[in-house]
């Protein structure tokens, strides 16, 4: 029988459809996972264990299963025996310390003997530590952010995105301790087997993620501005340059990656490009 690898991804929650969505854009079918623990994969030797994502670090260490998606944050803070073998670029956030907006905070010495509520608490003491402060941590297990207004702690440590949930709660962000996104881990002792498996489905993960990270873009160019354009462009070896059937004029083809994507554009069209197209990548493999 065919080996298969098994990965653990979150039941539900944030991290879930991008998870599967990942997977998708990798060429592998996830039958509906929903009320199962696990699945199997249509056209990829990868059975699928859908869990809490609290306990995935857990299961990759125990060898339950051979890779997982999880939370940098919730990784550090669970601290297990486990590979990082690739950041994936969803699920990201940090993990703050806030405190009420009222509050004059200094630095890390405003928290010298103050509360601090959490559900991270590895990674609070680690933050404190590094600091040389003592401060008494308050574990509880959700919505922390109501902490300082019930009178349980001064300040608390949580993770953030858009910062509303602090804003309603009359918190301010002060301090970020960890920034976050969510990772492919790997078990330790994996075999050549697995590891062979595990090399094909990194070689698409990378192929999805340079895709994402980049555009295709067409011009068309005046001839005599052409040298002037393809100094200004990156592209996987050099331009496509193709002839238009106006005289004079050409067609060119390039790859750009979304971070120099405006810079360039304008420089492009300064330079005399016209009639700029801009078409997403579905893969890219170099
Ligand atoms: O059931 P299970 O244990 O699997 O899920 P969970 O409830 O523990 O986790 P879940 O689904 O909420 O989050 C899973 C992972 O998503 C986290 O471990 C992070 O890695 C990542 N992530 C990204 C976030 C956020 N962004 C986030 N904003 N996890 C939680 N939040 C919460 C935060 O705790 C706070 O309550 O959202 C609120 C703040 O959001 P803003 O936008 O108001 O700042
Ligand atoms: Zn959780």
Redesign the pocket.
């Known amino acids: 029988m065919q080996q298969k690898l098994k990965i653990a991804i979150?039941?539900?929650?944030?991290?879930y459809e991008d998870s599967v969505k990942l997977l998708k854009d990798c060429g592998i079918d996830v039958k509906n996972g929903i009320n199962k623990l696990k699945t199997e994969a249509e056209n990829f030797p990868l059975e699928i264990y859908f869990l809490?994502?609290?306990d995935i670090p857990q299961y990759v260490e125990d060898a339950v299963a051979d890779i997982g998606i999880v939370?940098?944050?919730?990784l550090y803070e669970k601290n297990k025996k486990v590979d990082v073998v690739e950041k994936l670029g969803f699920?990201?956030?940090r993990l703050s310390i806030a405190v009420s907006r009222g509050e004059q905070y200094s630095g890390p010495a405003y928290l010298q003997g103050k509360r601090i509520a959490t559900t991270y608490p590895v990674l609070v003491q680690r933050f404190l530590d590094e600091q040389g402060i003592r401060a008494e941590i308050h574990e509880i297990s959700g919505s922390v952010?109501i902490a300082p207004g019930i009178g349980l702690a001064e300040a608390i440590v949580?993770?953030?995105?858009?910062?509303?949930?602090?804003f309603m709660n009359g918190l301010k962000e002060v301090e970020t301790i960890l920034r976050?996104e969510?990772v492919l881990v790997r078990n330790k002792s994996l075999d050549e087997e697995q590891l062979k498996l595990l090399d094909r489905f990194l070689f698409r993960i990378r192929a999805v993620k340079k895709a994402k990270n980049n555009k295709y873009v067409l011009m068309n160019a005046p001839t005599d501005k052409l040298q002037d354009i393809i100094a200004l462009l990156p592209g996987m070896k050099s331009p496509t340059v193709l002839p238009l059937a106006e005289p004079g004029w050409s067609s060119v083809h390039s790859v750009i990656s979304e971070n120099q994507f405006w810079d360039i554009i304008e420089q492009l069209k300064a330079a005399g490009a016209q009639g700029i197209l801009v078409v997403p990548i579905e893969k890219m493999i170099l």
Request: hydrophobic share 20%; charged share 30%; glycine share 14%.
């Open positions: 979150q039941k539900s929650g944030r991290l809490r994502d609290d939370g940098e944050n919730v699920g990201k956030c952010e949580d993770l953030v995105s858009s910062g509303s949930t602090l976050s969510a």
